[in-house]
């Protein structure tokens, strides 16, 4: 089978949070099935870019609106990846360093899928299956199907995986020139609630809908930042598949991002020693349990409240824990963060910021993860840390629920929580010191977690058997 991939993001290449995560790992175990993927992502300027070879596949023009655009894409030249990666530059859009946050996100992504489409109409053949992920490529399962200088493509099953649904790419319809001749009859598959509606449109046109776990479908029903009588209609056609990690990439036995690896049969001696190291780097106490927090400061992932857990968990627990928090997003957030760098006892480190190589060394050096999320489609941050024997404490939502079975439940081996609130959280710091305490039960804990199977090969199994039902 013949499985294209396009996306806004794929690991190494470029990467702001899981779908790079998800992009960069799912080609490769579909491509170790013997199948032929090729993923397609936005030529940025990244070091990735710079640092290998790269030969050009094809060279066009098509037009966004009123203006022009030539394109260029591009192949990397020794199947570095493990699959066929394929980047797609258009000057004065997508050769920016970062991923998204430009006042033209709308323009550049838009060109970018009709260059895409553009490119694929061009092709002497047809692949079995375009498969898109999240609204930055969520327009191209409309536009094989409904835009005639494409028709040539609108027999090819389109699939759509939502990554994060809170997030849609709206704008409003005196954007609609951007969209190549369109049948104009089809104006209902575009919109949502007024305005052009990227992912509302890739939910009504893709042939299948998969979302990055069972619970977060569900959760989407009732809760999906107004789309809720959208997925309730297409649930037919939707199904959740939950990510696995890149067992390759997250590897704390060969981790290159380590000074000291962890061997999972016996993981005591390569934590302390990544936990020494963690402490000295922020001046923290490595006598005491060191609980981390990683990823977006941004409501969504209950970062707001983390400066109240702090002070609220040295206030009414005591100062017997550290806290190290890594992450970027919401200012006002980083700022609380980075005032309260002052106040530590050797206790509190803040690093803002993006830093894949810090990220790899608090999973390795902590001993719990604080996930607090209100929404969590999947949630990979709980199984980097349990395959590197950091226990996780997350709220029983999206695909923490799904992965996270609490300690006092039967087999369980994390620490959950119902609620996004301080009292919650810190309780469960709370309950995270009494298994502290107790050495050996931690080490049964740990040894346990670092053993679950959260590998992509039965979900990229799973992928593949939703395709044939297609094709
Ligand atoms: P989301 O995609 O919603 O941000 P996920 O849990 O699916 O959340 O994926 C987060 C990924 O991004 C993980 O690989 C995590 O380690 C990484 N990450 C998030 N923030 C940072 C950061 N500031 N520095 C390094 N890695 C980060």
């Given at each position: 089978?013949?499985?294209?991939?396009?996306?806004?993001?794929?690991?190494?290449?470029?990467?702001?949070?899981?779908?790079?995560?998800?992009?960069?790992?799912?080609?490769?175990?579909?491509?170790?099935?013997?199948?032929?993927?090729?993923v397609v992502m936005p030529m940025y300027r990244t070091r990735f870019l710079y640092e290998n070879?790269?030969?050009?596949?094809?060279?066009?023009?098509?037009?966004?609106?009123?203006?022009?655009?030539?394109?260029?894409?591009?192949?990397?030249?020794?199947?570095?990846?493990?699959?066929?990666?394929?980047?797609?530059?258009?000057?004065?859009?997508?050769?920016?360093?970062?991923?998204?946050?430009?006042?033209?996100?709308?323009?550049?992504?838009?060109?970018?899928?009709?260059?895409?489409?553009?490119?694929?109409?061009?092709?002497?053949?047809?692949?079995?299956?375009?498969?898109?992920?999240?609204?930055?490529?969520?327009?191209?399962?409309?536009?094989?199907?409904?835009?005639?200088?494409?028709?040539?493509?609108?027999?090819?099953?389109?699939?759509?995986?939502?990554?994060?649904?809170?997030?849609?790419?709206?704008?409003?319809?005196?954007?609609?020139?951007?969209?190549?001749?369109?049948?104009?009859?089809?104006?209902?598959?575009?919109?949502?609630?007024?305005?052009?509606?990227?992912?509302?449109?890739?939910?009504?046109?893709?042939?299948?809908?998969?979302?990055?776990?069972?619970?977060?479908?569900?959760?989407?029903?009732?809760?999906?930042?107004?789309?809720?009588?959208?997925?309730?209609?297409?649930?037919?056609?939707?199904?959740?598949?939950?990510?696995?990690?890149?067992?390759?990439?997250?590897?704390?036995?060969?981790?290159?991002?380590?000074?000291?690896?962890?061997?999972?049969?016996?993981?005591?001696?390569?934590?302390?020693?990544?936990?020494?190291?963690?402490?000295?780097?922020?001046?923290?106490?490595?006598?005491?349990?060191?609980?981390?927090?990683?990823?977006?400061?941004?409501?969504?992932?209950?970062?707001?409240?983390?400066?109240?857990?702090?002070?609220?968990?040295?206030?009414?627990?005591?100062?017997?824990?550290?806290?190290?928090?890594?992450?970027?997003?919401?200012p006002e957030v980083e700022g609380k963060l980075e005032v309260m760098k002052p106040l530590s006892?050797?206790?509190?480190?803040?690093?803002?910021?993006?830093?894949?190589?810090?990220?790899?060394?608090?999973?390795?050096?902590?001993?719990?993860?604080?996930?607090?999320?209100?929404?969590?489609?999947?949630?990979?941050?709980?199984?980097?840390?349990?395959?590197?024997?950091?226990?996780?404490?997350?709220?029983?939502?999206?695909?923490?629920?799904?992965?996270?079975?609490?300690?006092?439940?039967?087999?369980?081996?994390?620490?959950?929580?119902?609620?996004?609130?301080?009292?919650?959280?810190?309780?469960?710091?709370?309950?995270?010191?009494?298994?502290?305490?107790?050495?050996?039960?931690?080490?049964?804990v740990r040894k346990k977690i670092m053993k679950l199977d959260f590998s992509w090969h039965a979900?990229?199994?799973?992928?593949?058997?939703?395709?044939?039902?297609?094709?």
């Amino acid at each position: 089978m013949e499985i294209v991939h396009v996306s806004a993001e794929c690991y190494p290449v470029a990467k702001a949070g899981g779908l790079g995560d998800v992009v960069g790992a799912l080609p490769r175990y579909q491509r170790e099935i013997s199948h032929v993927v090729k993923v397609v992502m936005p030529m940025y300027r990244t070091r990735f870019l710079y640092e290998n070879k790269w030969e050009v596949v094809h060279k066009g023009g098509s037009s966004l609106g009123y203006w022009w655009f030539e394109y260029t894409v591009i192949k990397e030249a020794t199947n570095l990846l493990g699959f066929d990666l394929y980047l797609v530059d258009i000057a004065g859009l997508l050769d920016r360093e970062k991923v998204y946050g430009y006042d033209d996100d709308a323009e550049r992504f838009m060109a970018f899928q009709i260059a895409v489409i553009d490119w694929m109409a061009k092709w002497q053949h047809i692949p079995d299956i375009v498969h898109v992920h999240d609204h930055h490529t969520g327009m191209i399962p409309f536009m094989m199907q409904h835009c005639p200088s494409y028709q040539s493509l609108s027999g090819i099953p389109t699939v759509l995986t939502i990554h994060n649904a809170q997030y849609q790419g709206a704008m409003s319809w005196d954007k609609s020139i951007y969209i190549p001749g369109w049948d104009s009859w089809k104006r209902g598959l575009l919109e949502w609630e007024g305005n052009i509606n990227p992912l509302a449109c890739a939910i009504k046109t893709a042939y299948k809908v998969t979302t990055v776990s069972q619970n977060y479908l569900r959760e989407l029903r009732s809760m999906s930042n107004g789309l809720e009588p959208l997925f309730e209609y297409e649930k037919g056609k939707c199904s959740g598949i939950l990510n696995g990690i890149d067992t390759d990439v997250w590897n704390p036995a060969t981790d290159p991002y380590l000074q000291h690896h962890i061997k999972p049969s016996d993981p005591g001696k390569g934590k302390a020693a990544n936990k020494r190291y963690l402490c000295d780097t922020f001046g923290l106490d490595p006598e005491k349990p060191l609980f981390v927090f990683i990823g977006r400061l941004v409501g969504e992932k209950a970062a707001d409240l983390l400066p109240q857990v702090i002070v609220d968990g040295f206030q009414f627990i005591g100062r017997r824990m550290n806290f190290l928090i890594l992450g970027s997003g919401d200012p006002e957030v980083e700022g609380k963060l980075e005032v309260m760098k002052p106040l530590s006892a050797g206790d509190y480190g803040v690093y803002i910021g993006y830093n894949e190589s810090l990220a790899h060394r608090m999973y390795a050096g902590a001993d719990f993860l604080l996930m607090p999320s209100r929404v969590e489609p999947c949630g990979l941050n709980q199984m980097y840390a349990m395959r590197y024997g950091t226990i996780p404490i997350v709220r029983k939502t999206g695909g923490l629920q799904d992965t996270v079975v609490d300690l006092d439940e039967p087999g369980g081996y994390g620490i959950t929580h119902l609620h996004a609130s301080v009292g919650d959280i810190t309780h469960g710091i709370y309950r995270a010191l009494q298994l502290y305490g107790d050495p050996v039960r931690m080490k049964a804990v740990r040894k346990k977690i670092m053993k679950l199977d959260f590998s992509w090969h039965a979900s990229a199994k799973h992928y593949i058997d939703l395709y044939r039902t297609l094709t």
